[in-house]
C-alpha cells in the first residue's frame, strides 16, 4: 500500500493504511443458542462483525537496513466466554523477523500497553515517544507478550554464534534468553539455518545439555520422562518449542503449553537424539 514499516505508526499518510487493517471484519456465526419463539431464518443465518486486529507496532532492529521486528496484538472473538489465555486481556504476538538479540526489541515488549491497559489510562493514540529509550507505560506495567516468535537461525555451538554474529542472525540460545527478558508467556523458535536437516530439543539448548550429563539410554526407552527432557523444559520459565513449516497452533493457553511435547513428538517421529548434534544436512 505505498507505506514503509517506520511509517505506518505515524504518518498522517499511512491512516489509509492503518483503518484497512483495524477496520479489517471477519463475521462470525451466532454462538449463543436462539429462543424457539425467535428461529427464522434471519435469526439462524445471522452472524455479528469481529474485528481481530487491535494494534500493530514496528520495532527496529539489527540486521539489514528497514529490517522491523513486529508486535501485533489481537481481540478474542467475543463470544460471551472468557479467553483462556488471560481473561483480562486481548492476544499480543511478537514476530523479531531477522536479528540479532535486540535490546530496542526487549524494551518495546516489556512495556507495551495493551488495548486494556491504554482504557486505564484513557489513552486510546499514542505519539512517538521524546527518544527510543524510553517506555511507552511506567516500568511498572506488567509484560504483555502472548507469544514471541523468535528467529533462531544458528545453533549454539562454536560456530554457530560464530556465524550468527558475522551474519546478523541469532542463535537458538539468544532466541530464548530474548524471550526471558521480556517474560513471554511461550516462544517458539524458527527460522533455522538449511544447514540442519532438523533441529531439536536437545539441539535448542545443546549447553546445558551435555553429553556427560544426559542418559541416552533410558531418553531412547522413554523420551517424555529422561532426565534430559525434564531439565530442557524446566530451563526456562515459560512454554516454548520448535517451529516446523506447516505447523499450525491455536493461540489458547491450552495450545502454547504443549509447545514443548509437540516438538518432542516431531523429535521422536524424525528418529532423532541428541548423540548426533545439529542434524547436518
Known amino acids: 500500500v505505498g507505506v514503509s514499516h517506520r511509517e505506518f505508526e505515524f504518518s498522517p499518510f499511512a491512516e489509509h493504511a492503518r483503518a484497512i ?13 436462539l429462543a424457539t419463539s425467535s428461529l427464522s431464518i434471519s435469526n ?14 514496528h520495532v527496529e532492529v539489527e540486521h539489514c537496513q528497514e529490517a522491523f521486528a513486529m508486535i501485533l ?13 488471560n481473561e483480562d486481556s486481548n492476544f499480543v504476538l511478537c514476530f523479531s523477523g531477522d536479528t540479532r538479540p535486540s535490546s530496542q526489541l526487549v524494551r518495546r515488549c516489556r512495556s507495551y500497553p495493551t488495548s486494556r491497559n491504554r482504557d486505564k489510562l484513557g489513552q486510546h493514540h499514542y505519539r512517538r515517544p521524546p527518544s527510543l529509550s524510553q517506555p511507552w507505560l511506567p516500568p511498572s506495567t506488567p509484560p504483555q507478550i502472548s507469544l514471541l516468535i523468535h528467529e ?16 546478523r542472525h541469532s542463535t537458538s540460545a539468544e532466541a530464548l534468553d530474548i524471550a526471558r527478558q521480556v517474560n513471554a508467556k511461550a516462544c517458539l523458535l524458527s527460522h533455522f539455518s538449511q544447514r540442519y536437516r ?4 536437545h539441539d535448542a539448548i545443546a549447553s546445558p545439555l551435555s553429553s556427560s550429563s544426559v542418559d541416552h539410554h533410558n531418553e531412547s526407552a522413554d523420551p517424555m520422562r529422561s532426565s534430559a527432557v525434564i531439565v530442557a523444559k524446566n530451563t526456562y520459565p515459560f512454554h516454548w518449542g520448535i517451529a516446523l513449516d506447516g505447523m499450525i497452533i491455536p493461540l489458547t493457553h491450552s495450545g502454547l503449553s504443549k509447545l514443548f511435547d509437540l516438538s518432542r513428538c516431531v523429535d521422536a517421529l524424525m528418529g532423532l537424539n541428541s ?6 544436512a
Open 73 to 85: 496484538e489481537l481481540r478474542y472473538a467475543d463470544d460471551g466466554v472468557p479467553n483462556s489465555l
Open 21 to 33: 487493517l483495524y477496520q479489517y471484519n471477519l463475521l462470525l456465526p451466532r454462538t449463543q443458542p
Open 44 to 57: 439462524c443465518l445471522a452472524t455479528k462483525p469481529y474485528r481481530p486486529f487491535a494494534l500493530l507496532r
Open 198 to 201: 532438523h533441529v531439536s530439543i
Open 152 to 167: 533462531s537461525t544458528f545453533l549454539n555451538d562454536s560456530q554457530g554464534r560464530v556465524d550468527a554474529m558475522k551474519k
Open 275 to 280: 548423540e548426533n548434534p545439529g542434524h547436518l
